[in-house]
Protein backbone atom coordinates (compact mmCIF):
# COMPACT_ATOMS: atom_id res chain seq x y z
CA UNK A 1 0.00 0.00 0.00
CA UNK A 2 1.46 3.23 -1.08
CA UNK A 3 1.79 6.59 1.62
CA UNK A 4 0.38 9.55 0.04
CA UNK A 5 1.22 13.16 0.72
CA UNK A 6 -1.62 15.30 1.60
CA UNK A 7 -1.66 16.72 -2.13
CA UNK A 8 -1.75 12.92 -3.02
CA UNK A 9 -4.78 12.27 -1.31
CA UNK A 10 -6.57 15.41 -2.17
CA UNK A 11 -5.58 14.30 -5.28
CA UNK A 12 -6.78 10.72 -4.95
CA UNK A 13 -10.31 12.22 -3.86
CA UNK A 14 -10.86 14.38 -6.62
CA UNK A 15 -9.78 11.83 -9.04
CA UNK A 16 -12.57 9.97 -7.28
CA UNK A 17 -15.33 11.95 -7.92
CA UNK A 18 -13.97 13.33 -11.60
CA UNK A 19 -12.72 10.72 -13.32
CA UNK A 20 -14.51 7.32 -11.16
CA UNK A 21 -17.80 9.48 -10.81
CA UNK A 22 -18.04 8.49 -7.26
CA UNK A 23 -19.32 11.72 -5.27
CA UNK A 24 -17.67 13.44 -2.83
CA UNK A 25 -20.53 13.26 -0.47
CA UNK A 26 -20.69 9.70 -0.32
CA UNK A 27 -16.65 9.34 0.28
CA UNK A 28 -17.88 11.60 3.21
CA UNK A 29 -21.10 9.42 4.31
CA UNK A 30 -18.16 6.22 4.21
CA UNK A 31 -15.65 8.01 5.89
CA UNK A 32 -18.09 8.84 8.91
CA UNK A 33 -19.49 5.38 8.71
CA UNK A 34 -16.05 4.01 9.24
CA UNK A 35 -15.38 6.32 12.15
CA UNK A 36 -18.86 5.34 14.05
CA UNK A 37 -18.17 1.72 13.42
CA UNK A 38 -15.00 1.80 15.13
CA UNK A 39 -16.04 4.29 17.16
CA UNK A 40 -18.29 1.54 18.64
CA UNK A 41 -15.80 -1.50 17.90
CA UNK A 42 -12.89 -0.27 19.64
CA UNK A 43 -14.60 1.83 22.84
CA UNK A 44 -17.80 -0.74 23.40
CA UNK A 45 -18.68 0.51 26.51
CA UNK A 46 -18.82 4.27 25.66
CA UNK A 47 -22.45 5.78 25.85
CA UNK A 48 -21.79 9.19 26.17
CA UNK A 49 -19.48 10.52 23.21
CA UNK A 50 -18.29 14.10 22.91
CA UNK A 51 -17.86 14.83 18.90
CA UNK A 52 -15.24 18.20 18.51
CA UNK A 53 -15.88 19.70 14.85
CA UNK A 54 -13.89 21.87 13.04
CA UNK A 55 -15.59 24.08 9.60
CA UNK A 56 -13.66 21.97 7.05
CA UNK A 57 -14.24 17.90 5.75
CA UNK A 58 -12.75 16.59 8.37
CA UNK A 59 -15.40 18.49 10.94
CA UNK A 60 -17.43 17.15 7.89
CA UNK A 61 -16.14 13.38 9.12
CA UNK A 62 -16.98 14.21 12.82
CA UNK A 63 -20.46 16.14 12.09
CA UNK A 64 -21.87 12.70 10.19
CA UNK A 65 -20.40 10.22 12.85
CA UNK A 66 -22.33 12.07 15.30
CA UNK A 67 -25.45 11.66 13.71
CA UNK A 68 -24.81 8.12 13.39
CA UNK A 69 -23.88 7.38 16.86
CA UNK A 70 -27.28 9.05 18.28
CA UNK A 71 -28.67 7.12 15.85
CA UNK A 72 -27.44 3.90 17.19
CA UNK A 73 -28.55 5.35 20.55
CA UNK A 74 -25.63 6.63 21.84
CA UNK A 75 -25.54 10.32 24.05
CA UNK A 76 -24.06 12.70 21.66
CA UNK A 77 -23.01 15.81 22.37
CA UNK A 78 -21.54 17.80 19.04
CA UNK A 79 -19.38 20.82 19.66
CA UNK A 80 -18.88 22.64 16.19
CA UNK A 81 -15.96 25.53 16.42
CA UNK A 82 -16.80 28.00 14.57
CA UNK A 83 -20.09 29.70 12.70
CA UNK A 84 -22.32 27.23 10.79
CA UNK A 85 -22.07 30.13 7.64
CA UNK A 86 -18.78 28.96 7.22
CA UNK A 87 -19.35 25.46 6.50
CA UNK A 88 -19.18 24.64 2.82
CA UNK A 89 -19.86 21.93 0.33
CA UNK A 90 -20.16 18.15 1.78
CA UNK A 91 -19.54 19.69 5.59
CA UNK A 92 -22.26 21.83 5.34
CA UNK A 93 -24.74 19.23 3.98
CA UNK A 94 -23.07 17.20 7.22
CA UNK A 95 -24.42 19.69 9.04
CA UNK A 96 -27.99 20.28 7.74
CA UNK A 97 -28.14 16.52 8.02
CA UNK A 98 -26.97 16.29 11.90
CA UNK A 99 -29.15 19.81 12.60
CA UNK A 100 -32.80 17.52 11.24
CA UNK A 101 -32.16 14.42 13.28
CA UNK A 102 -33.88 16.55 15.94
CA UNK A 103 -37.26 16.58 13.94
CA UNK A 104 -36.91 12.83 13.11
CA UNK A 105 -39.85 11.18 14.04
CA UNK A 106 -38.19 7.85 14.59
CA UNK A 107 -35.34 9.33 16.96
CA UNK A 108 -37.22 9.12 19.76
CA UNK A 109 -36.90 5.82 22.15
CA UNK A 110 -35.03 3.83 19.26
CA UNK A 111 -32.46 6.43 18.78
CA UNK A 112 -29.99 8.19 21.87
CA UNK A 113 -29.47 11.84 22.37
CA UNK A 114 -27.79 14.79 19.67
CA UNK A 115 -26.92 18.07 21.64
CA UNK A 116 -25.43 20.04 19.19
CA UNK A 117 -23.73 23.25 20.19
CA UNK A 118 -21.94 26.39 18.30
CA UNK A 119 -18.62 27.34 20.11
CA UNK A 120 -18.05 31.05 18.16
CA UNK A 121 -14.97 32.29 20.79
CA UNK A 122 -13.27 30.67 23.62
CA UNK A 123 -15.20 31.35 26.37
CA UNK A 124 -18.22 29.67 24.94
CA UNK A 125 -16.13 26.19 25.37
CA UNK A 126 -15.92 27.30 29.60
CA UNK A 127 -19.73 26.82 29.48
CA UNK A 128 -19.69 23.32 27.98
CA UNK A 129 -17.60 21.29 30.61
CA UNK A 130 -19.99 18.87 30.90
CA UNK A 131 -19.29 17.96 26.76
CA UNK A 132 -16.64 16.63 28.82
CA UNK A 133 -17.96 14.10 31.43
CA UNK A 134 -18.17 11.89 27.97
CA UNK A 135 -16.92 7.68 28.27
CA UNK A 136 -15.31 9.02 24.33
CA UNK A 137 -14.32 12.15 22.40
CA UNK A 138 -14.24 12.75 18.71
CA UNK A 139 -11.51 14.83 17.57
CA UNK A 140 -12.76 16.43 14.31
CA UNK A 141 -11.13 19.25 14.44
CA UNK A 142 -8.31 19.89 11.51
CA UNK A 143 -7.30 16.68 9.12
CA UNK A 144 -5.02 15.98 6.44
CA UNK A 145 -5.34 19.34 5.10
CA UNK A 146 -3.85 21.16 8.06
CA UNK A 147 -1.23 23.44 7.88
CA UNK A 148 0.68 24.47 11.32
CA UNK A 149 0.59 26.15 13.54
CA UNK A 150 -2.70 25.05 15.51
CA UNK A 151 -4.58 27.93 16.20
CA UNK A 152 -7.38 30.03 16.94
CA UNK A 153 -10.68 27.71 18.24
CA UNK A 154 -8.95 24.29 17.27
CA UNK A 155 -6.26 25.71 19.90
CA UNK A 156 -8.97 26.65 22.60
CA UNK A 157 -9.86 23.56 22.44
CA UNK A 158 -6.76 21.68 22.99
CA UNK A 159 -6.45 24.31 25.64
CA UNK A 160 -9.88 23.71 27.05
CA UNK A 161 -9.48 19.33 27.53
CA UNK A 162 -6.31 19.96 29.05
CA UNK A 163 -6.98 22.17 31.91
CA UNK A 164 -10.28 20.34 32.32
CA UNK A 165 -8.76 16.94 32.21
CA UNK A 166 -6.34 17.70 34.90
CA UNK A 167 -7.48 15.97 37.94
CA UNK A 168 -7.66 18.23 41.42
CA UNK A 169 -9.99 15.91 43.38
CA UNK A 170 -8.86 13.10 45.21
CA UNK A 171 -9.19 10.12 44.06
CA UNK A 172 -8.66 11.36 40.01
CA UNK A 173 -10.90 10.63 37.42
CA UNK A 174 -9.37 9.63 34.48
CA UNK A 175 -9.86 11.99 31.57
CA UNK A 176 -12.13 9.91 28.89
CA UNK A 177 -10.30 8.29 25.48
CA UNK A 178 -9.82 10.70 22.23
CA UNK A 179 -10.42 8.92 18.93
CA UNK A 180 -8.97 11.15 16.62
CA UNK A 181 -10.43 11.33 12.94
CA UNK A 182 -7.86 11.23 10.25
CA UNK A 183 -4.92 12.36 12.98
CA UNK A 184 -4.41 13.63 15.60
CA UNK A 185 -5.41 17.71 15.68
CA UNK A 186 -2.60 19.60 15.10
CA UNK A 187 -0.15 16.83 13.53
CA UNK A 188 0.99 17.63 9.57
CA UNK A 189 -0.13 15.01 7.52
CA UNK A 190 3.13 14.90 6.09
CA UNK A 191 5.54 14.96 9.06
CA UNK A 192 8.18 12.14 8.70
CA UNK A 193 9.38 12.93 12.38
CA UNK A 194 7.84 10.35 15.41
CA UNK A 195 7.11 13.55 17.34
CA UNK A 196 6.20 16.87 16.65
CA UNK A 197 6.55 20.34 18.24
CA UNK A 198 3.78 22.26 18.34
CA UNK A 199 0.39 21.75 20.00
CA UNK A 200 -0.97 18.40 19.05
CA UNK A 201 -4.44 16.79 20.45
CA UNK A 202 -3.53 13.44 22.29
CA UNK A 203 -5.15 10.48 21.01
CA UNK A 204 -5.93 7.26 22.05
CA UNK A 205 -6.82 5.77 18.88
CA UNK A 206 -6.39 7.63 15.06
CA UNK A 207 -8.95 6.08 11.99
CA UNK A 208 -7.81 7.40 8.71
CA UNK A 209 -9.12 6.82 5.13
CA UNK A 210 -7.98 5.30 2.06
CA UNK A 211 -4.09 4.98 2.35
CA UNK A 212 -2.05 6.40 5.34
CA UNK A 213 0.04 9.70 5.06
CA UNK A 214 3.32 10.01 6.04
CA UNK A 215 2.18 10.97 9.74
CA UNK A 216 0.57 7.97 10.14
CA UNK A 217 3.34 5.33 9.06
CA UNK A 218 6.01 7.36 11.14
CA UNK A 219 4.22 9.72 13.70
CA UNK A 220 3.80 8.35 17.41
CA UNK A 221 0.21 9.40 17.32
CA UNK A 222 -0.95 8.16 19.75
CA UNK A 223 -0.16 8.01 23.71
CA UNK A 224 0.51 4.56 23.97
CA UNK A 225 2.43 2.48 21.26
CA UNK A 226 0.07 -0.40 21.55
CA UNK A 227 -3.19 1.89 20.90
CA UNK A 228 -4.57 1.21 17.18
CA UNK A 229 -3.64 3.44 14.00
CA UNK A 230 -6.08 2.05 11.10
CA UNK A 231 -6.88 2.81 7.21
CA UNK A 232 -10.55 2.18 6.17
CA UNK A 233 -11.30 1.66 2.63
CA UNK A 234 -14.22 4.18 1.87
CA UNK A 235 -14.85 3.35 -2.19
CA UNK A 236 -11.67 5.17 -4.19
CA UNK A 237 -9.65 3.08 -6.37
CA UNK A 238 -6.29 2.19 -6.25
CA UNK A 239 -5.99 3.71 -9.77
CA UNK A 240 -7.05 6.96 -8.07
CA UNK A 241 -3.53 6.37 -5.62
CA UNK A 242 -1.38 8.14 -7.24
CA UNK A 243 2.52 9.18 -5.87
CA UNK A 244 5.78 10.29 -6.45
CA UNK A 245 6.79 9.54 -2.70
CA UNK A 246 8.49 5.86 -3.41
CA UNK A 247 7.20 5.29 0.19
CA UNK A 248 4.59 2.06 0.91
CA UNK A 249 3.89 0.15 3.59
CA UNK A 250 5.71 -2.77 4.84
CA UNK A 251 2.99 -4.90 5.73
CA UNK A 252 1.96 -4.85 2.54
CA UNK A 253 4.76 -7.68 2.26
CA UNK A 254 2.72 -9.87 3.95
CA UNK A 255 0.87 -11.79 1.54
CA UNK A 256 3.93 -13.40 0.28
CA UNK A 257 3.71 -15.32 3.03
CA UNK A 258 0.17 -16.56 3.03
CA UNK A 259 -0.15 -18.10 -0.26
CA UNK A 260 -0.32 -22.12 0.18
CA UNK A 261 2.93 -24.27 -0.81
CA UNK A 262 2.19 -26.71 -3.50
CA UNK A 263 0.93 -30.07 -2.25
CA UNK A 264 4.21 -31.89 -4.28
CA UNK A 265 6.52 -29.52 -2.47
CA UNK A 266 9.95 -31.10 -0.33
CA UNK A 267 12.46 -29.54 1.71
CA UNK A 268 14.36 -28.52 -1.45
CA UNK A 269 11.75 -26.38 -2.44
CA UNK A 270 12.63 -23.87 0.33
CA UNK A 271 16.02 -23.29 0.09
CA UNK A 272 18.84 -23.71 2.23
CA UNK A 273 20.35 -21.37 4.83
CA UNK A 274 23.87 -21.24 5.90
CA UNK A 275 24.50 -18.87 9.17
CA UNK A 276 28.12 -18.18 10.04
CA UNK A 277 28.69 -16.61 13.61
CA UNK A 278 29.60 -17.35 17.30
CA UNK A 279 32.53 -17.08 19.59
CA UNK A 280 33.03 -19.37 22.90
CA UNK A 281 36.37 -18.45 24.81
CA UNK A 282 37.94 -15.54 26.37
CA UNK A 283 37.23 -13.62 22.82
CA UNK A 284 33.19 -13.97 24.49
CA UNK A 285 30.58 -15.97 24.99
CA UNK A 286 28.03 -15.92 21.59
CA UNK A 287 26.99 -18.86 21.03
CA UNK A 288 23.05 -17.68 21.39
CA UNK A 289 23.28 -15.40 18.25
CA UNK A 290 23.56 -17.99 15.83
CA UNK A 291 21.39 -20.52 17.36
CA UNK A 292 18.86 -17.79 17.47
CA UNK A 293 19.14 -16.81 14.04
CA UNK A 294 19.29 -20.17 12.67
CA UNK A 295 15.74 -20.89 14.43
CA UNK A 296 14.64 -17.93 12.65
CA UNK A 297 15.23 -19.28 9.69
CA UNK A 298 13.50 -22.10 9.94
CA UNK A 299 10.32 -21.43 11.61
CA UNK A 300 10.35 -18.41 8.58
CA UNK A 301 10.12 -21.87 6.47
CA UNK A 302 13.41 -22.42 4.91
CA UNK A 303 13.67 -25.91 4.06
CA UNK A 304 17.28 -26.70 5.49
CA UNK A 305 19.41 -24.88 7.92
CA UNK A 306 23.14 -25.13 8.47
CA UNK A 307 24.69 -23.24 11.68
CA UNK A 308 28.25 -23.19 10.61
CA UNK A 309 29.91 -21.91 14.24
CA UNK A 310 33.35 -22.14 16.16
CA UNK A 311 33.69 -26.00 17.11
CA UNK A 312 33.96 -25.10 21.03
CA UNK A 313 30.54 -23.87 20.44
CA UNK A 314 29.27 -26.26 18.47
CA UNK A 315 27.90 -28.52 21.15
CA UNK A 316 25.91 -26.13 22.63
CA UNK A 317 24.04 -24.49 19.34
CA UNK A 318 23.50 -28.31 17.90
CA UNK A 319 21.53 -28.91 21.24
CA UNK A 320 19.08 -25.88 20.70
CA UNK A 321 16.74 -27.85 18.00
CA UNK A 322 17.30 -31.10 16.54
CA UNK A 323 16.23 -30.11 13.37
CA UNK A 324 19.13 -27.80 12.90
CA UNK A 325 21.94 -28.75 11.18
CA UNK A 326 25.88 -27.82 12.24
CA UNK A 327 28.90 -27.45 10.84
CA UNK A 328 32.42 -27.00 12.94
CA UNK A 329 34.63 -24.37 11.97
CA UNK A 330 38.27 -23.64 12.86
CA UNK A 331 38.86 -21.52 16.00
CA UNK A 332 41.50 -19.49 17.55
CA UNK A 333 42.48 -20.00 20.34
CA UNK A 334 40.18 -17.14 21.69
CA UNK A 335 37.20 -18.76 20.35
CA UNK A 336 36.44 -17.07 17.85
CA UNK A 337 36.40 -18.52 14.02
CA UNK A 338 40.00 -18.61 12.49
CA UNK A 339 40.95 -17.84 9.00
CA UNK A 340 42.21 -21.27 8.44
CA UNK A 341 38.55 -21.90 7.55
CA UNK A 342 39.47 -19.90 4.32
CA UNK A 343 41.00 -22.52 2.32
CA UNK A 344 39.36 -22.70 -1.20
CA UNK A 345 38.32 -26.12 -1.08
CA UNK A 346 37.36 -26.06 2.30
CA UNK A 347 34.62 -22.77 1.41
CA UNK A 348 33.58 -24.69 -1.44
CA UNK A 349 32.22 -27.52 0.30
CA UNK A 350 30.83 -25.23 3.11
CA UNK A 351 28.83 -23.59 0.60
CA UNK A 352 27.72 -26.23 -1.63
CA UNK A 353 23.99 -26.09 -2.09
CA UNK A 354 23.56 -23.21 -0.09
CA UNK A 355 20.80 -20.42 -1.21
CA UNK A 356 21.35 -17.59 1.30
CA UNK A 357 24.04 -16.71 3.69
CA UNK A 358 23.78 -15.10 7.22
CA UNK A 359 27.42 -13.80 8.51
CA UNK A 360 27.61 -12.00 11.89
CA UNK A 361 25.76 -13.09 14.68
CA UNK A 362 27.82 -13.30 17.61
CA UNK A 363 30.79 -13.15 15.12
CA UNK A 364 33.34 -10.85 16.95
CA UNK A 365 35.91 -8.31 15.50
CA UNK A 366 39.30 -9.92 15.42
CA UNK A 367 41.65 -9.68 12.70
CA UNK A 368 41.31 -13.31 11.75
CA UNK A 369 37.66 -13.29 12.01
CA UNK A 370 37.42 -10.33 9.83
CA UNK A 371 39.79 -12.08 7.24
CA UNK A 372 37.08 -14.75 7.18
CA UNK A 373 34.30 -12.00 6.66
CA UNK A 374 35.55 -10.62 4.02
CA UNK A 375 36.70 -14.01 2.24
CA UNK A 376 33.48 -15.67 2.70
CA UNK A 377 31.48 -12.61 1.18
CA UNK A 378 33.69 -12.07 -1.79
CA UNK A 379 33.79 -16.05 -2.32
CA UNK A 380 30.34 -16.60 -2.50
CA UNK A 381 27.61 -15.04 -5.29
CA UNK A 382 24.38 -16.21 -3.62
CA UNK A 383 22.14 -13.41 -1.30
CA UNK A 384 23.69 -12.45 1.94
CA UNK A 385 22.27 -10.86 4.95
CA UNK A 386 25.12 -9.30 7.35
CA UNK A 387 24.56 -8.06 10.94
CA UNK A 388 26.14 -7.55 13.80
CA UNK A 389 29.77 -7.38 13.61
CA UNK A 390 30.05 -8.04 10.01
CA UNK A 391 28.59 -4.68 9.51
CA UNK A 392 31.44 -3.18 12.08
CA UNK A 393 34.00 -5.13 9.80
CA UNK A 394 32.34 -3.44 6.46
CA UNK A 395 32.62 0.15 8.07
CA UNK A 396 36.09 -0.38 9.45
CA UNK A 397 37.01 -1.92 5.70
CA UNK A 398 35.61 0.70 3.06
CA UNK A 399 37.52 -0.90 0.61
CA UNK A 400 35.44 -4.49 1.10
CA UNK A 401 32.68 -2.28 1.05
CA UNK A 402 33.09 -1.15 -2.25
CA UNK A 403 33.62 -4.20 -3.73
CA UNK A 404 30.64 -5.68 -2.36
CA UNK A 405 28.88 -2.65 -3.45
CA UNK A 406 30.37 -3.26 -6.73
CA UNK A 407 28.53 -6.82 -6.52
CA UNK A 408 25.29 -5.90 -5.22
CA UNK A 409 25.44 -3.43 -8.31
CA UNK A 410 25.71 -6.59 -10.43
CA UNK A 411 22.74 -8.32 -9.17
CA UNK A 412 23.29 -9.88 -6.17
CA UNK A 413 21.32 -9.49 -3.12
CA UNK A 414 23.44 -8.05 0.01
CA UNK A 415 21.24 -6.96 2.65
CA UNK A 416 22.34 -4.76 5.67
CA UNK A 417 20.52 -4.84 8.67
CA UNK A 418 22.21 -2.02 10.83
CA UNK A 419 21.26 -0.32 14.12
CA UNK A 420 21.28 3.64 14.50
CA UNK A 421 24.78 2.87 15.86
CA UNK A 422 25.95 0.57 13.23
CA UNK A 423 24.46 2.84 10.33
CA UNK A 424 26.35 5.86 11.91
CA UNK A 425 30.16 3.72 11.49
CA UNK A 426 28.89 2.15 7.69
CA UNK A 427 28.17 6.21 6.68
CA UNK A 428 30.59 8.30 8.79
CA UNK A 429 27.65 9.88 10.47
CA UNK A 430 26.47 10.70 14.01
CA UNK A 431 23.49 8.64 15.78
CA UNK A 432 22.09 12.02 16.18
CA UNK A 433 22.58 12.76 12.46
CA UNK A 434 21.24 9.29 11.19
CA UNK A 435 18.24 9.81 13.77
CA UNK A 436 17.57 13.19 12.52
CA UNK A 437 17.31 12.51 8.87
CA UNK A 438 16.37 8.30 9.21
CA UNK A 439 14.84 8.71 5.62
CA UNK A 440 17.08 10.18 3.79
CA UNK A 441 19.55 8.46 4.90
CA UNK A 442 18.71 5.26 4.35
CA UNK A 443 17.31 5.68 1.12
CA UNK A 444 20.37 7.70 -0.24
CA UNK A 445 22.65 4.74 1.25
CA UNK A 446 20.96 2.14 -0.59
CA UNK A 447 20.49 4.27 -3.66
CA UNK A 448 24.36 4.82 -3.77
CA UNK A 449 25.61 1.22 -2.89
CA UNK A 450 22.93 -1.19 -4.16
CA UNK A 451 22.66 -3.03 -1.12
CA UNK A 452 19.26 -3.49 0.30
CA UNK A 453 18.69 -1.46 3.95
CA UNK A 454 16.71 -2.16 6.79
CA UNK A 455 17.62 0.49 9.28
CA UNK A 456 16.63 -1.06 12.71
CA UNK A 457 14.57 1.24 15.21
CA UNK A 458 11.11 2.53 16.15
CA UNK A 459 9.25 2.21 12.87
CA UNK A 460 12.10 0.28 11.11
CA UNK A 461 12.87 1.50 7.60
CA UNK A 462 13.34 -0.70 4.55
CA UNK A 463 15.58 1.19 1.56
CA UNK A 464 15.61 -0.39 -1.75
CA UNK A 465 18.67 0.27 -4.21
CA UNK A 466 15.97 1.95 -6.89
CA UNK A 467 14.94 4.26 -4.14
CA UNK A 468 11.69 3.25 -3.05
CA UNK A 469 11.57 2.71 0.69
CA UNK A 470 9.06 0.56 3.02
CA UNK A 471 8.29 1.61 6.84
CA UNK A 472 7.56 -1.04 9.30
CA UNK A 473 4.62 0.26 11.77
CA UNK A 474 5.06 -3.24 13.95
CA UNK A 475 7.32 -4.00 17.42
CA UNK A 476 7.39 -2.53 20.49
CA UNK A 477 9.49 -1.11 23.47
CA UNK A 478 10.40 -4.91 24.52
CA UNK A 479 12.28 -5.64 21.10
CA UNK A 480 15.32 -3.36 22.66
CA UNK A 481 16.77 -6.49 24.47
CA UNK A 482 19.80 -8.96 22.94
CA UNK A 483 18.75 -11.48 20.58
CA UNK A 484 15.69 -9.78 18.95
CA UNK A 485 18.08 -8.61 15.89
CA UNK A 486 19.48 -11.80 15.44
CA UNK A 487 15.80 -13.48 15.02
CA UNK A 488 15.04 -10.75 12.49
CA UNK A 489 18.60 -11.52 10.65
CA UNK A 490 17.14 -15.53 10.60
CA UNK A 491 13.62 -14.44 9.77
CA UNK A 492 14.92 -12.27 6.67
CA UNK A 493 17.28 -15.39 5.29
CA UNK A 494 14.45 -17.81 5.75
CA UNK A 495 11.96 -15.77 3.47
CA UNK A 496 14.55 -15.01 1.18
CA UNK A 497 15.06 -18.56 0.86
CA UNK A 498 11.73 -19.31 -0.22
CA UNK A 499 11.29 -16.25 -2.44
CA UNK A 500 14.24 -16.14 -4.18
CA UNK A 501 12.35 -13.90 -7.17
CA UNK A 502 10.97 -11.85 -4.78
CA UNK A 503 13.61 -10.37 -2.42
CA UNK A 504 12.25 -7.09 -1.57
CA UNK A 505 9.24 -8.12 -0.05
CA UNK A 506 10.66 -10.92 1.40
CA UNK A 507 12.70 -8.11 3.29
CA UNK A 508 9.88 -6.18 3.73
CA UNK A 509 7.60 -9.25 5.16
CA UNK A 510 10.64 -10.28 7.71
CA UNK A 511 10.48 -6.63 9.46
CA UNK A 512 6.63 -6.16 9.70
CA UNK A 513 6.37 -10.32 10.63
CA UNK A 514 9.29 -9.86 13.20
CA UNK A 515 7.63 -6.94 15.18
CA UNK A 516 4.05 -8.01 14.88
CA UNK A 517 5.01 -11.43 16.27
CA UNK A 518 6.74 -9.13 19.20
CA UNK A 519 3.65 -7.25 19.67
CA UNK A 520 1.55 -10.80 19.78
CA UNK A 521 3.92 -11.64 22.38
CA UNK A 522 3.56 -8.38 24.67
CA UNK A 523 -0.24 -8.75 24.49
CA UNK A 524 0.20 -12.19 26.35
CA UNK A 525 3.04 -11.09 28.73
CA UNK A 526 4.53 -7.59 29.44
CA UNK A 527 7.02 -5.84 27.18
CA UNK A 528 9.74 -5.47 29.96
CA UNK A 529 9.77 -8.96 29.88
CA UNK A 530 9.62 -10.18 26.14
CA UNK A 531 12.53 -12.38 25.17
CA UNK A 532 13.43 -13.07 21.29
CA UNK A 533 11.88 -16.64 21.90
CA UNK A 534 8.96 -15.31 22.82
CA UNK A 535 8.47 -13.76 19.91
CA UNK A 536 9.43 -17.03 18.38
CA UNK A 537 6.80 -18.24 19.64
CA UNK A 538 4.42 -16.23 18.05
CA UNK A 539 5.42 -16.48 14.51
CA UNK A 540 2.65 -18.78 13.33
CA UNK A 541 -0.28 -16.62 14.58
CA UNK A 542 1.90 -13.09 13.06
CA UNK A 543 1.81 -15.95 9.60
CA UNK A 544 -1.61 -16.02 9.86
CA UNK A 545 -2.41 -12.81 10.67
CA UNK A 546 -5.54 -10.90 8.77
CA UNK A 547 -5.25 -7.27 10.05
CA UNK A 548 -2.94 -5.92 7.07
CA UNK A 549 -5.59 -5.81 4.46
CA UNK A 550 -9.23 -4.46 3.70
CA UNK A 551 -12.41 -6.74 4.57
CA UNK A 552 -15.72 -6.55 3.72
CA UNK A 553 -16.89 -6.92 7.08
CA UNK A 554 -15.81 -7.71 10.68
CA UNK A 555 -13.15 -6.29 12.80
CA UNK A 556 -10.42 -6.92 10.29
CA UNK A 557 -11.92 -4.83 7.86
CA UNK A 558 -9.78 -1.95 8.58
CA UNK A 559 -5.92 -2.05 7.75
CA UNK A 560 -3.98 -2.04 11.11
CA UNK A 561 -0.86 -0.04 10.86
CA UNK A 562 -0.57 -0.22 14.21
CA UNK A 563 -1.95 -2.18 17.41
CA UNK A 564 -4.41 -5.29 17.24
CA UNK A 565 -7.92 -5.99 16.30
CA UNK A 566 -9.63 -6.99 19.70
CA UNK A 567 -9.74 -10.63 18.91
CA UNK A 568 -5.87 -10.78 17.88
CA UNK A 569 -4.89 -8.64 21.33
CA UNK A 570 -6.71 -11.31 23.49
CA UNK A 571 -4.64 -13.59 25.25
CA UNK A 572 -7.19 -16.08 25.39
CA UNK A 573 -7.54 -15.54 21.35
CA UNK A 574 -4.42 -18.17 21.27
CA UNK A 575 -6.15 -20.90 22.68
CA UNK A 576 -9.41 -20.25 20.74
CA UNK A 577 -7.44 -20.79 17.65
CA UNK A 578 -6.23 -23.84 18.77
CA UNK A 579 -9.78 -25.30 19.97
CA UNK A 580 -10.88 -24.18 16.33
Not at 161 to 181: N, R
Not at 208 to 224: D, E
Not at 360 to 366: E, I
Request: aromatic share 4%; hydrophobic share 45%.
Amino acid sequence: MHVLSAAEMQACDRLTTERFGIPSLDLMRAASAAVAAFAQEQFPAAKRVTVLCGRGNNGGDGLMAARLLALAGLEVTTLLLGAPDGLAGDAAEAWRELKSLEDEPKCGTECGRSLVHVIETAKDLARHTEALEADLILDAVVGTGFKPPLKGLALAALEWIKATSTPVLAPPVLAPPILAVDLPSGWPADETAATVPGPVFPADAVITFTAPKPAHVFGHLTRHWEQPVVVAPIGSPDEAMLTTQGLHWAGSALSLTQARRPAAANKGSFGHVLVVGGTLGTAGGKSGAPAIAALGALRAGAGLVTAAIPAPALPLVAAIAPELMTWPLAATAEGSISAENLSPKFLSTLTAGKTVLVIGPGLGQGAETAELVAGVLLATKIPAVLDADALNILAARPELLAKLSEMAKAGRTLVLTPHPGEMARLTGLTVAEVQANRLDVARGFAQRTGFTLALKGARTLIAHPDGRVAVNTTGNPGLAKGGTGDLLTGMMAGLLAQHPGEQARAVEAAVYLHGLAADLAVHQADEHTLLATDSLRQLARAFRFQGFCFRASGPNRYLWLQGLPPAESSPASAYREAAE
